[in-house]
């Protein structure tokens, strides 16, 4: 079955910058997803489409994708950016995946 | 405003079975298709379900083929989760979501929890 490997973690200091990766075959033929879920709330879009950002999302998030790795930017990442975040995308029979999830520590 | 309005978690004995229930509101629940997410505690996010805008195309993730049937009634704004012989494994919150027309979900549910447990 299909997978996207992320960083169990990825820890910054408020103001650097913070990449995430997801690594996936699929990733050239298919668009990444990125996803923010905070402790005990539902999941939150801040990526859609590789590269593009919802309304209501901080500029500071941004994304990228290239071969089979896609990535999440947060430049000058704050306290409050501290949550899970997981990519999903589908593969080449269109099979939903997410993500294993990457703990995001801000500190 | 969009909103999906999450019921049915309970507890469950193994081999049991429930049905979750997700009423939209804010949109045009008949022109989106629908998913269901579940997350196990301490775990990532797992896509379980999806269901086309009529009905008529289904989708499920292997591990619950012939246990889970996602369905829909457009007349009432409402997707389902119907869920038979019930695993300990199957602990979790479940989450509806809309499909975006441009992939990936763009609104979820509160969540409601399903525990499995003798």
């Known amino acids: 079955s299909y997978e996207l490997t992320q960083p169990p973690s990825v820890s910054v200091s408020p103001g650097q910058t913070a990449r995430i990766t997801c690594s996936g075959d699929?990733?050239?033929?298919?668009?990444a997803y990125w996803y923010q879920q905070k402790s005990g709330q539902a999941p939150l879009l801040v990526i859609y489409?590789?590269?593009k950002r919802p309304s209501g999302i901080p500029d500071r998030f941004s994304g990228s994708s290239s071969g089979t790795v896609a990535t999440l930017t947060i430049s000058g990442a704050q306290v409050e950016d501290e949550a899970d975040f997981y990519c999903?995308?589908?593969?080449?029979?269109?099979?939903?995946?997410f993500g294993g999830g990457t703990k995001l520590t801000v500190l | 405003e969009v909103e999906l309005v999450q019921s049915g978690g309970a507890l469950v004995q193994p081999g049991g079975s429930l049905r979750l229930s997700c009423v939209a509101s804010?949109?045009?629940?008949?022109?989106?298709?629908m998913t269901w997410v579940r997350q196990a505690p301490g775990k990532g996010l797992e896509w379980v379900a999806s269901?086309?805008?009529?009905?008529?195309?289904?989708f499920h993730v292997d591990s619950v083929k012939g246990r889970f049937t996602i369905s829909r009634d457009n007349a009432k704004n409402s997707l389902y989760l119907d869920m038979k012989m019930l695993r300990v494994e199957d602990t979790a919150v479940f989450y509806c979501?809309?499909?975006?027309?441009?992939?990936?979900?763009?609104?979820w549910g509160q969540g409601t929890l399903v525990t499995v447990s003798s």
């Open positions: 979501a809309r499909d975006s027309p441009k992939g990936g979900f763009d609104f």
């Open positions: 804010g949109f045009a629940f008949s022109d989106s298709w």
């Open positions: 269901i086309e805008r009529d009905g008529r195309e289904k």
């Open positions: 699929a990733l050239p033929k298919k668009y």
């Open positions: 489409e590789d590269n």
């Open positions: 999903y995308s589908t593969d080449s029979n269109n099979h939903r995946v």
